[in-house]
């Protein structure tokens, strides 16, 4: 059985929410695509349509007026250009077979 390979995009996903209720669901909306690195930063491995999808989801929880969320789009390789210093370790693609 052949594996569907589908190219993932690196995503960091950085907000600044105003209300606590909105980024509770921003944060609620990002815990399903990636994972919590900072207070206020995801990173995720996402497809194209994956990273529409985010965009229209966040889309619906933040006020234009008060609110920030910054989106960069990095193909999947440049992950391991990332340094940290300190604590933390960089997202791994973790393999799976959808049965």
Known sequence: ????????KFVIVAYD????????RVMKCLKGMGFHVQRSVFEC???DDQIRRLKKLLLKEVNAEEDTIRIYVLPEDLKDEVRILGTGEVLEDRPFVVI
């Open 1 to 8: 059985m052949k594996l569907l390979e589908v190219e993932k």
């Open 17 to 24: 929410i105003v209300s606590n209720k909105r980024r509770r």
């Open 45 to 47: 491995l996402l497809t």
